[in-house]
Each structure stands twice: as structure tokens, then as C-alpha cells.
T-cell receptor
Framework: GAVVSQHPSRVICKSGTSVKIECRSL??????MFWYRQFPKQSLMLMAT?????????EQGVEKDKFLINHASLTLSTLTVTSAHPEDSSFYIC?????????????FGPGTRLTVL | AQSVTQLDSHVSVSEGTPVLLRCNYS??????LFWYVQHPNKGLQLLLK??????LVKGINGFEAEFKKSETSFHLTKPSAHMSDAAEYFC????????????FGDGTTLTVKP
């Protein structure tokens, strides 16, 4: 099946710094990618939809200036957590559907564990 | 609008006994439904999906699920649990519209006792 990678898998940073997380579709093109965050023992919450060549669409309550998304190419989307604080510590997961058809499942990346000290 | 309810937050079974993880959904559109498994600190792996074809869907690792429109349910079953099945399971609904967003259930933690 299709493969989605994330980098880094784990990152620890100091409060106030910015962290960039990459999401890549390795063997298919993705015009759309999704970014989720998952707190411990909780489900995935959609943060935003990343659209290649246009602005991301953010879910209600997600600060677009804090979570910057750039979909630079058909295989790469990045999420930058700006001025990170301890409450931003979470598991961030991206996904990409291989096409716009809803009949296809999304392929999920392995996730990035962010810890803000 | 759409929603997913996983009726059990925790399920515990003995190895070799059947597994039942329950999921109910609601959707304004005819949906596609998915079950994913997540092992600790890992991403999500697709177990199976329903996409308006056969209502009984067979997936990987011996799992299967039956779509019941009249009951708006999509319960996940397995005849015989293995220790390796211990994980978090998510039921997901996605509307059959282009680039429809997925809605996740809260998850069910499956524990398998030896």
C-alpha cells in the first residue's frame, strides 16, 4: 500500500522555540493532506487540511498563526509549531488520501511525538 | 454532519476467545466506514473498510466487520484473540463526497489476557 512518512519521529524542544514537522507521501501524489493531534489516551483530532498550492483549511479552535502549514509540493506538507509551549506537547499525525475519492482510505504517517519543556 | 460512537472504551478478553468492538455512526451522506488499529506510539494501520459494496467486510489479521444500515452499526469482530491484538482501535466514518473529512471515534482499548 501507499506509504506516508513523517520526520522527525520524536522531538524535544524548549518553550518558545519553533518546531517543523514534515509529512511526505513516498509513492503517490497527494493534493490534500490532513494534520491531526492526539493527546494521551485520546482519539485523533483533525487540526487542518493542507492543500497543495493554496492555503490550509483550519478546524474551529485551531490557531492558524501558531500552527503554520505549508503544502509545498504534491508529496510534502509541513507543520510548524511556532513559539511552542508545554501544552503543545502531543502526538502529531499526518495522513493523505491517494485520491480525492472518499472510497479510498487515508494513509497515515507514523506520527511525531513533540515534547515541549 | 457525521459522528461516531465507540460504545466501549475498554474491552478485555482472554486469548483464544472472540473479540467484539462496537461502533455506531451517523452521517448525512452515505458513508464509508473504516477500522484502524494503533499500537503504542505508532501510527494507524487500516484493518478493513466498507465502501458500499459487500456489507460483510473481511480485513487483515482475521478481523471482520458487518455494516448494518438499519442499526447504523459497524461492529468489529474476530473469532479468536491473540496477544498481539492488544492495542487501541478506532472506528472512522467518512462521507462519500470528494475529499470528505474523516471523523474518529474515541477509541477502544483492547486488552488480551493470557
Amino acid at each position: 500500500g501507499a506509504v506516508v512518512s513523517q520526520h522527525p519521529s520524536r522531538v524535544i524542544c524548549k518553550s518558545g522555540t519553533s518546531v517543523k514537522i514534515e509529512c511526505r507521501s513516498l509513492d503517490f501524489q497527494a493534493t490534500t493532506m490532513f494534520w491531526y493531534r492526539q493527546f494521551p489516551k485520546q482519539s485523533l483530532m483533525l487540526m487542518a487540511t493542507s492543500n497543495e498550492g493554496s492555503k490550509a483549511t483550519y478546524e474551529q479552535g485551531v490557531e492558524k498563526d501558531k500552527f503554520l502549514i505549508n503544502h509545498a509540493s504534491l508529496t510534502l506538507s509541513t507543520l510548524t509549531v511556532t513559539s511552542a509551549h508545554p501544552e503543545d506537547s502531543s502526538f502529531y499525525i499526518c495522513s493523505a488520501p491517494p485520491s480525492a475519492s472518499s472510497y479510498n482510505e487515508q494513509f497515515f504517517g507514523p506520527g511525531t511525538r513533540l515534547t515541549v519543556l | 454532519a457525521q459522528s461516531v460512537t465507540q460504545l466501549d472504551s475498554h474491552v478485555s478478553v482472554s486469548e483464544g476467545t472472540p473479540v467484539l468492538l462496537r461502533c455506531n455512526y451517523s452521517s448525512s451522506y452515505s458513508p464509508s466506514l473504516f477500522w484502524y488499529v494503533q499500537h503504542p506510539n505508532k501510527g494507524l494501520q487500516l484493518l478493513l473498510k466498507y465502501t458500499s459494496a459487500a456489507t460483510l467486510v473481511k480485513g487483515i489479521n482475521g478481523f471482520e466487520a458487518e455494516f448494518k444500515k438499519s442499526e447504523t452499526s459497524f461492529h468489529l469482530t474476530k473469532p479468536s484473540a491473540h496477544m498481539s491484538d492488544a492495542a487501541e482501535y478506532f472506528c472512522v466514518v467518512r462521507p462519500n463526497t470528494n475529499a470528505g473529512k474523516s471523523t474518529f471515534g474515541d477509541g477502544t482499548t483492547l486488552t488480551v489476557k493470557p
